[in-house]
């Protein structure tokens, strides 16, 4: 695992768009696992940026959602599939048609999981999944005794989450769903690059549970340390509690070149 630690979370969306554009340049059909919330939202931005500024392109390039809420109408702003649309999809030019997400509208919920996990198949699986990491240390939406094999179900979220992103439902928590679709651990962990970004002091003590502490499924993220390539990039008040924090340091500092991400 490398940890790379940056002063700010605009430095992280720098690193996170770069993996990006690696695989970009180097994959004629590449596909990316969004992840929503808070954390990739300057990765997006960045990208945003360089498609606009500097013709980066994602001709070619496919994007999965890695969660959905159930329960709200189609089009409802609090889907993820908007809000990606909004954030990331639109602003790089991938068409509606290229973002793939769990169908939670008009067919059994149990089914379309299945049809997810096939589409992602179909498309020869992820090449860099991006992921954040919620104060419980879940990722996607498998909160704490998750199965660590699990693949894309349903799952209902902890109250702890729902208060966190009650932030996105007008600070209303009872407007933020109970169910979701999510990738499951398993599905997350055939992506060939884990990104995981964590900012701001709120995520110091899951970041270092989830990386440095035992692997185990009251922390669903620290099954990241059975991944043979991840990528975590965390701002110094994220990474504050990492035990290992200066070593991490000095590894990126003199990183060789031929270890390109
Ligand atoms: C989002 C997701 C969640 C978030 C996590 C952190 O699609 O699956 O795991 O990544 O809850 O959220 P933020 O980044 O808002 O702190």
Not at 32 to 57: C, D, K, Q
Not at 73 to 78: A, D, M, N, T
Request: charged share 25%; aromatic share 6%; hydrophobic share 40%.
């Amino acid at each position: 695992m490398e940890v790379v630690v940056v002063d700010g979370e605009e430095k992280a969306g720098l690193v996170v768009a770069d993996i990006f554009c690696r695989a970009l340049a180097s994959r004629e059909r590449p596909t990316f696992g969004v992840a929503t919330g808070g954390s990739p939202l300057p990765t997006y931005a960045e990208l945003i940026r360089r498609h606009r500024e500097e013709g980066l392109s994602f001709a070619g390039a496919s994007a999965f959602l890695l969660d959905e809420y159930l329960g709200l109408s189609e089009g409802h702003p609090g889907l993820y599939r908007t809000f990606i649309e909004e954030v990331f999809a639109g602003g790089v030019g991938l068409p509606a048609e290229r973002l793939f997400g769990p169908q939670v509208h008009g067919v059994r919920a149990d089914a379309a999981c299945a049809e997810y996990e096939e589409r992602i198949e179909r498309a020869g699986g992820i090449d860099v999944q991006l992921l954040g990491i919620g104060g419980d240390g879940h990722i996607g939406f498998n909160e704490p005794s998750s199965s660590l094999a699990s693949r894309t179900r349903i799952k209902t979220l902890t109250q702890e989450t729902r208060e966190d992103n009650a932030r996105f439902f007008g600070g209303d928590v009872e407007a933020v769903p109970m169910h979701v679709v999510t990738m499951g651990i398993g599905t997350i962990m055939e992506a060939r690059h884990l990104v995981l970004v964590a900012t701001g002091e709120g995520k110091a003590e899951c970041l270092a549970r989830a990386i440095e502490g035992p692997l185990t499924a009251r922390v669903p993220a620290s099954v990241l340390q059975m991944h043979p390539h991840v990528t975590v990039v965390a701002d110094e008040a994220a990474a504050s509690g990492l035990e290992l924090l200066e070593y991490y340091k000095e590894t990126y500092r003199g990183k060789p070149d031929w270890q390109s991400c």
